[in-house]
């Protein structure tokens, strides 16, 4: 079973208002979740700016010569629209190529072996376009020897944090 070193994880590939970014991991993939919620208030340029966005950039995966896109969908609810994108990596595509990385986080490292992950993610949140939060959960039945997340149940393999504009700027999670 793979270790995981949870020590500083990180976000998200696109934004919103709010944003629920889920990273599953098990022992032979990790399953990459993001849910964007546009509300029903929100000025119609910014939201036509963020359906454009979408619609032509959305890789998952940076490098290679396949480079795979997020399974998205769309769906309303009494608040507004909720944005899902959804990616499985594996070995072919490794997590260490997400684009969420890359492009949201002024430095990360990812390492993978065949006992471990290992996260590494601080500095400026590069993708803040207009979110009132991210809020960030790491699951897994795998051992987390180390972590610092700010809200967690060991037992059930579950951790969470959050970004928002007190910590954006200068994220150590």
């Given at each position: 079973?793979?270790?995981?070193?949870?020590?500083?994880?990180?976000?998200?590939?696109?934004?919103?208002?709010?944003?629920?970014?889920?990273?599953?991991?098990s022992?032979?993939?990790?399953?990459?979740?993001?849910?964007?919620?546009?509300?029903?208030?929100?000025?119609?340029?910014d939201?036509s700016?963020?359906?454009?966005?979408?619609?032509?950039?959305?890789?998952?995966?940076?490098?290679?010569?396949?480079?795979?896109?997020?399974?998205?969908?769309?769906?309303?609810?009494?608040?507004?629209?909720?944005?899902?994108?959804?990616?499985?990596?594996?070995?072919?595509?490794?997590?260490?190529?997400a684009?969420?990385?890359?492009?949201?986080?002024?430095?990360?490292?990812?390492?993978?072996?065949?006992?471990?992950?290992?996260?590494?993610?601080?500095?400026?949140?590069?993708?803040?376009?207009?979110?009132?939060d991210?809020?960030?959960?790491?699951?897994?039945?795998?051992?987390v020897?180390?972590?610092?997340?700010?809200?967690?149940?060991?037992?059930?393999?579950?951790?969470?944090?959050?970004?928002?504009?007190?910590?954006?700027?200068?994220?150590?999670?």
């Amino acid at each position: 079973m793979k270790k995981i070193v949870l020590l500083f994880m990180f976000t998200i590939l696109l934004t919103g208002c709010s944003c629920d970014y889920e990273l599953n991991i098990s022992a032979d993939k990790v399953v990459e979740t993001v849910d964007i919620s546009l509300p029903y208030p929100m000025d119609s340029d910014d939201r036509s700016k963020f359906l454009e966005y979408t619609k032509v950039d959305n890789l998952a995966v940076v490098g290679g010569l396949d480079n795979p896109y997020y399974d998205m969908s769309a769906r309303a609810d009494n608040y507004g629209d909720v944005y899902n994108f959804n990616y499985s990596y594996d070995k072919e595509h490794p997590i260490k190529n997400a684009r969420t990385m890359q492009s949201c986080f002024e430095k990360y490292k990812v390492e993978e072996t065949s006992s471990y992950y290992m996260f590494v993610f601080r500095g400026e949140f590069k993708c803040k376009y207009k979110f009132d939060d991210v809020n960030i959960t790491v699951k897994t039945n795998n051992e987390v020897p180390k972590h610092n997340s700010t809200d967690y149940d060991e037992k059930e393999g579950v951790y969470r944090w959050k970004i928002d504009s007190s910590n954006a700027s200068d994220v150590d999670i």
